[in-house]
């Protein structure tokens, strides 16, 4: 029964996960999207310490977002309830690397993201829980099929949320590899993921938000997911990007 609940109240999470912050504007598996835009250069360094015209360049803050920038980079800063700051690239890749150096937020039920997403909803995950100062989850979908929710791995990480720590997804073709400040944790083959069905193989975007998964407006499984209810006492709960460099693909032999 115990861990029922819990495959039960996971499942229950990470679907309402995806209706919080993961949505698509336009679905290419069911009707007729314009073309998504590339990245332009193979390598895009936005050092978000630069202030915001880094950020203005390449990125863009979703409808109630507002962007501050400090000595520590992006400030995706929650104060209270109903905030959800959220913002994605302007571009996509088609395979490639992504490294964000950031220090995810503090605080029970608090979610630091950083989403991998293609418009039908292939995506490629990290996660924080803020109550939990030692690991960090990997995740990924495969066309948005959430038939099961068995994918999530924690890794540990030394005081994430205290700390600046290196991330880095890899995806070619063959696999998708998380780093942590260097090291590889985890490693998808291209096989693994399904037969290869679910494995992440259209073009994502990257999104990076701080939510609240542990506030009144989530269900029950979500709230028990994200570690509990939030409560604003220690508020404000910052997560914190100093920099985020992508790179697409390899660039020709
Ligand atoms: C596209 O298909 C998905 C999965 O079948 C469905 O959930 C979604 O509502 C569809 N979207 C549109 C715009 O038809
Ligand atoms: C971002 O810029 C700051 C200030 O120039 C620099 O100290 C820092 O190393 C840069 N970060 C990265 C990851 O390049
Ligand atoms: C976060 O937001 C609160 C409320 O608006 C503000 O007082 C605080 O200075 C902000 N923190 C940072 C680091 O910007
Ligand atoms: C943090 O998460 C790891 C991995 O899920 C878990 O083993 C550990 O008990 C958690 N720590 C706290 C304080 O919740
Ligand atoms: C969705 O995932 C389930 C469980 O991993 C798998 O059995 C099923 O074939 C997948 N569906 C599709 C359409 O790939
Ligand atoms: C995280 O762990 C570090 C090192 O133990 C500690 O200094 C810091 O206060 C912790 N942060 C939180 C929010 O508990
Ligand atoms: C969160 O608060 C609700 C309402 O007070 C309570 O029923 C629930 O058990 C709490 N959840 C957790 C995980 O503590």
Redesign the pocket.
Known sequence: MRSFKSILSIALASASFASAQTYTDC?P???TCSADTGLEQWTLTSNFTNGKSAFSKSWTAATGTTMTFGDKGAVFNISAEGQAPTVSSDFYIFFGQVEVKMQAAPGTGIISSVVLESDDLDEIDWEWLGGNNTSVESNYFGK?NTTTYNRAIYYAVDSPTTEMHTYLIDWTEESVKWSIDGTVVRTLEYADANGGDNFPQTPLRIKLGNWCGGCSSEGEGTIEWAGGNTTFDDAPYIMYVESVKVSRGRESK
């Open positions: 679905n598996t069911n009707e948005g």
